[in-house]
């Protein structure tokens, strides 16, 4: 990191290496690397360790063990979790050779190195390890569903809409968790957005840019789908993509408006394009006239609902978008989460928005431009 490195004069390629959490600190108790009391990147955020390990990749190691005194037991009480519950955790496969990560508990490092928590200093320790690491994990192959309708003008530029077709499967009671809502609703706004634009499109009036129609495979399991496609040479170019309009949960009413249906909450519109954001309400005046709730947009929503969908993985590429949610309620991720407590009403008039923005954003002469900073 700039003037520092654990791995100056190592060579680490084909070796396993062994990290300890933390960084270096001066004798005044400052960190090293940032010289006051704040900690650095490799040590103040969730993903240290996968920050870590994607270093150590870079320099060709073979594997990592992370050790973690301080978040062990959660790691643990995680990982016996999934297993107890019969749980499912997913990840994205890659075809090339990967670095392993293992989190070896106080047990384990004490019997490997003995003065490990003495140790301040990287080094290269010449005894031999041997590790019979035996899995349980079952492989599952999943699919991202993509269709395209191209433009007539600008067949090059593709505005996405997304939504998911995965959900959280039967729970441990053999009841099976429906999610018409959490994610059919989304679904069948996609198809029927879809079969408009197909027949405008029949008709000769298609739009200028192209419309890409992603249905994603594992949102619930951590936007797995979505992150694939964005991050492993997308069929369309991110940088040749326009705008994601992302529909998650858009079919019941939420309490806060049990008395009057016709809103939605819209979220992340003004993030990255105030320019979208401007044209997401003119257009809701001009065709829809919904009452546009913006309380999940705020950064100090304790939900976070604006990293929790696919349209992050957009978001995150510099990509302005539009999340299109209804609000949970007392069935989400339950049996109750069932169609006849679908608001069709309600599902119709905010799939009608989506696609005039849609067809809006498709049809404009300039495309959507990106002219808000990214907040960190």
Excluded: C
């Excluded at 957005?193 to 499109?201: P, R």
């Excluded at 510099?318 to 309600?346: C, L, M, Q, W």
């Amino acid at each position: 990191d700039k003037g520092y490195s654990d791995y100056k004069g190592l060579d680490v390629s084909g070796k396993l290496i062994l990290i300890k959490s933390g960084e270096p600190v001066n004798e005044d108790g400052t960190y090293l690397i940032s010289g006051s009391s704040k900690k650095s990147v490799w040590s103040n955020k969730s993903d240290a360790a996968a920050a870590r390990l994607k270093l150590a990749r870079s320099k060709g190691a073979k594997g990592v063990l992370y050790y973690d005194p301080d978040n062990y037991g959660r790691y643990k009480r995680y990982y016996d979790y999934l297993k107890g519950s019969n749980k499912m955790k997913m990840e994205i496969k890659v075809e090339k050779h990967d670095a392993a990560l293992v989190l070896p508990g106080e047990t384990m490092i004490k019997n490997i190195f003995p003065a490990i928590r003495e140790a301040q200093h990287s080094g290269i320790i010449p005894q031999p390890l041997s590790l019979n690491i035996k899995s349980n994990n079952e492989a599952v192959s999943s699919e991202n569903i993509v269709a395209v309708i191209r433009g007539f003008e600008k067949p090059d530029e593709f505005v996405v809409i997304s939504s998911h077709l995965d959900h959280i499967g039967v729970n441990d009671n053999g009841d099976i968790n429906n999610g018409a809502d959490d994610d059919g609703s989304g679904t069948v706004a996609m198809l029927e957005i879809a079969e408009a634009f197909k027949q405008a499109a029949d008709s000769g009036n298609g739009p200028k840019r192209s419309i890409v129609f992603l249905h994603v495979t594992g949102e619930e399991k951590g936007l797995l789908g979505s992150k694939y496609y964005t991050d492993n040479d997308p069929v369309f170019p991110l940088s040749q993509t326009v705008a994601n309009l992302n529909i998650d949960m858009i079919g019941r009413i939420d309490p806060k408006y049990e008395r009057d249906g016709n809103y939605v909450y819209l979220i992340g519109s003004d993030k990255l394009s105030k320019e979208l954001h401007e044209l997401s309400e003119d257009i809701n005046d001009k065709y829809a006239q919904l009452k546009l709730d913006y309380t999940y947009n705020d950064e100090n929503d304790p939900n976070r609902f604006y990293y929790r969908s696919d349209h992050y993985n957009f978001a995150k590429n510099n990509i302005p978008i539009i999340f299109y949610f209804s609000g949970t309620h007392e069935d989400y991720h339950r049996p109750g989460d069932t169609p006849n407590k679908i608001n069709y009403d309600a599902l119709e008039s905010r799939s009608r928005l989506i696609f005039y923005t849609a067809w809006e954003i498709a049809n404009r002469d300039e495309r959507i431009e990106v002219d808000v900073t990214p907040s960190k």
